[in-house]
Nanobody, 118 residues
Framework: QVRLVESGGGLVTPGASLGLSCAASGNIWSPNIMGWYRHIPGEQRELVAEMDSDGVRNNADFIKGRFRVSRDNAKNTVSLQMNSLLPEDTAVYYC????????????WGQGTQVTVSS
């Protein structure tokens, strides 16, 4: 089992910045991928950005340089720095962990709400 605990999130105005953090604990295996997904009501959960344990990033097109994922392998943490937030970024953001080798177990955080509104 891997436990993911998120922090950050909240209510911000358009154009503001916000940071999310996630700490993983438990039976963590390398190599792995850690990152962030989001769920907008009425839509499917979608990838925001992720990073593997070698430092390779995979970003959704919509972030357009506004968001940056980073991780600390020694601390088993992953962060998401979000800049120039838009109202359409309003969603529940989920931390995600996945082992890249079989059995490729994956885990999710509980989610944290990000609301962008004036």
């Amino acid at each position: 089992q891997v436990r993911l605990v998120e922090s950050g999130g909240g209510l911000v105005t358009p154009g503001a910045s916000l940071g999310l953090s996630c700490a993983a604990s438990g039976n963590i295996w390398s190599p792995n991928i850690m990152g962030w997904y989001r769920h907008i009501p009425g839509e499917q959960r979608e990838l925001v950005a992720e990073m593997d344990s070698d430092g390779v990033r995979n970003n959704a097109d919509f972030i357009k340089g506004r968001f940056r994922v980073s991780r600390d392998n020694a601390k088993n943490t992953v962060s998401l720095q979000m800049n120039s937030l838009l109202p359409e970024d309003t969603a529940v953001y989920y931390c995600h962990y996945k082992q890249t080798e079989r059995p490729q177990l994956e885990y999710w955080g509980q989610g944290t709400q990000v609301t962008v509104s004036s």
